[in-house]
């Protein structure tokens, strides 16, 4: 009596197994090349992993495959990208709004892809944009707004992407002020509100709005 159950039962699982994959084979084939394309590229590109990333564009995108170390240089500054919001999904072209991971910076994505198998990428591009409406970060209280930026400012210190000092003021009161990281890493002397330090060609920036603020 047991032989035939089981067998039964086996071959349910059997049947059951090959339909889920039969279903997932069908779910990939309904998202366009394009679409796949970009998101195969995101999740090459967010893995920070230089095989990763080399391969898939040897594969799919071969004239950029040269430019790798470029792309991890642009994965350590930016954190990766999160998909925020599909704006187009057709068989050759896909465009997305983006947003770094590592701060509040939004893109477009756009892919096209190649009509023929295996759709390679024929264009690839991404650009800044100001955040959209829809994601517009809302307003903090001042309490709020000093405790997001200082729980960033350790997060990027542990995470060894920042070092320096940070100061907030307003109405000409110091509201907000800590130091994060070494001076001396050798010495392991620790940065002070009062270390100075070389800014180079930053001081440009400062003049610039100087000059801004007296014309206006």
């Known amino acids: 009596m047991n032989q035939p159950i089981k067998a039964e039962a086996a071959l349910a ?17 309904t998202i366009p090349p394009a679409e796949q394309q970009a998101k195969a590229w995101l999740a090459a590109f967010n893995s920070g992993d230089r ?17 790798v170390d470029d792309e991890l240089g642009f994965r350590a500054m930016t954190g990766g990208f999160q998909l925020m919001k599909m704006e187009e999904s057709t068989p050759s072209r896909f465009a997305a709004l983006v947003k770094e991971k590592d701060s509040d910076q939004f893109g477009r994505l756009v892919v096209e892809v190649e009509p023929a198998l295996p759709h390679r990428i024929s264009r690839f591009e991404l650009r800044a944009i100001a955040t959209p409406a829809e994601f517009a970060t809302p307003r903090m ?31 000409g009161k110091v509201v907000f002020e800590q130091a994060y990281g070494m001076a001396d890493r050798e010495k392991k002397i620790p940065n002070q509100v009062t270390t100075q330090f070389r800014i180079g060609s930053m001081n440009k920036m400062f003049t610039a709005v100087s000059i801004m603020e007296l014309v206006q």
């Open 13 to 29: 699982c059997v049947m059951l197994l090959t339909a889920t994959q039969l279903l997932r084979g069908q779910a990939q084939a």
């Open 51 to 67: 095989a990763t990333l080399f391969g898939y564009l040897k594969t799919n995108y071969p004239s950029f495959a040269e430019h």
């Open 141 to 171: 209280s001042q309490p709020d707004a000093i405790a997001a930026f200082q729980k960033d400012l350790e997060h990027d210190s542990a995470s060894d992407r920042f070092s320096g000092a940070a100061l907030i003021a307003k109405d």
